[in-house]
């Protein structure tokens, strides 16, 4: 049991500095990783103290079996969560839709960020195949963003040969929940069909938003998720799911 505390704690940390080089300190719930590492790694400290000291650590039975149920119940809805994640992962949407909602994501200045330029060339993809669909490019501007999302995904998409009258900003958003309650607001005709453009592991969430805000034909397109932060962001999407659970807007 010790054992694999110590190799769960060292592959948490080793797993928190491959994010930390790739991505950078403020890599999105990279604490996770270090707070899990330096948890395994202190219980098995723990337990070799106990070993070599013979001391006596005994839970009442009760006490022992409700961690052992709060443990196995936490694990089971990770894993209900993370089944639902990764079947949102395997959406195609080919047909025709009024709408096509690009997500924002991180702009460094104007420039999109990699998971950015991957949901955009989704898009463009699909745009060629649907090019009477209409985008709507839906993200407000954040910190140390010199334009808004939507500004700098016109930009990307305009120059690569998507007319401006295929195209509508929103630049108010600041969460999934806004994207798609903005976007919905620019969209015309009774029940449009939508489909909504975001990396992979995010389809499930912003698809099941836009459901309870009332498209009832929405569908997803999913664009690559970073390989080497796909783990992280999708223990990260779990907790989104369970956010929006709660506050009602799934």
């Not at 106990?50 to 079996?65: D, E, Q, T, V, Y």
């Not at 334009?147 to 958003?173: K, V």
């Not at 449009?192 to 990396?199: E, F, G, I, Y």
């Not at 970073?226 to 990260?236: C, G, K, S, T």
Request: proline share 3%; with cysteine.
């Amino acid at each position: 049991m010790g054992l694999f505390f110590l190799l769960s704690g060292i592959v948490f940390l080793l797993y928190y500095i491959t994010i930390i080089i790739y991505a950078g300190w403020r890599a999105s719930f990279s604490w996770l990783w270090l707070a899990g590492g330096i948890i395994f790694i202190g219980i098995y400290a723990l337990l070799e103290y106990k070993k070599h000291h013979a001391l006596s650590i005994k839970l009442p039975n009760w006490a022992g079996i409700s961690l052992i149920t709060f443990i196995v119940a936490i694990l089971l809805i990770f894993g209900i969560i993370e089944g639902f994640i990764i079947g949102g992962m395997s959406q195609e949407t080919t047909e025709t839709v009024d709408y096509t909602v690009v997500l924002g994501a991180q702009v460094r200045g104007s420039v999109p960020s990699k998971a950015l330029r991957h949901r955009l060339d989704a898009a463009y993809a699909y745009y060629q195949e649907h090019p009477d669909t209409i985008l709507i490019l839906s993200g407000g501007q954040g910190t140390g963003e010199n334009i808004s999302e939507a500004q700098a995904m016109y930009d990307y998409l305009y120059e690569r040969g998507i007319p401006a009258s295929h195209m509508l900003q929103e630049n108010r958003s600041t969460n999934t929940a806004e994207n798609l309650e903005f976007s919905i607001a620019l969209m015309q005709g009774e029940n449009p069909s939508a489909t909504v453009v975001t990396n992979n592991f995010h389809i499930y969430r912003a698809v099941s938003i836009g459901r309870k805000q009332g498209l009832t034909q929405i569908s997803g397109i999913p664009a690559p998720g970073d390989p080497i932060l796909q783990i992280n962001y999708m223990v990260r999407e779990c907790f989104g799911v369970i956010k929006d659970k709660l506050a009602g807007n799934m």
